[in-house]
């Protein structure tokens, strides 16, 4: 369901496929794990188009209050509009460190490079 990488101190988890309704809680787990395992300066989190669902969205908001707990700085790249609307709208009541989204993994990257890099 997932793979991730790490470049320089930023946690990339890439989504390739709808966890479903009953894949929600394994997705977390998956996702907490490798950041609490891996504790990065950032974390870019890409949905694949398959992806890039409600439940999905469900889950990368929990990740994204997991990252604000732990200090983290936490973006999400995805193609989908309909997805990055939720996201907005979602990320539009938060505390805490606010969800940067973009529309394309590769600026999504870069910029938290950039944010690793200068702290």
Partial sequence: MTSHTRIQDVLVITVHADPGIGGRSALFAQMGGLI????????????DEPAA???????????????????????????????RRL??????????IRLIIHARADIAIATATALTTAA
């Fill in 87 to 96: 996201l907005d709208e979602a990320n539009a009541d938060t505390s805490g």
């Fill in 36 to 47: 609490e395992g891996h504790l990065p300066g950032c974390v870019v989190v890409v949905l």
């Fill in 53 to 83: 669902t409600e439940a999905a969205v469900g889950v990368l908001l929990r990740a994204h209050r997991l990252c604000s707990r732990l200090g983290l700085v936490m973006s999400v790249a995805t193609h989908s509009a309909p997805a």
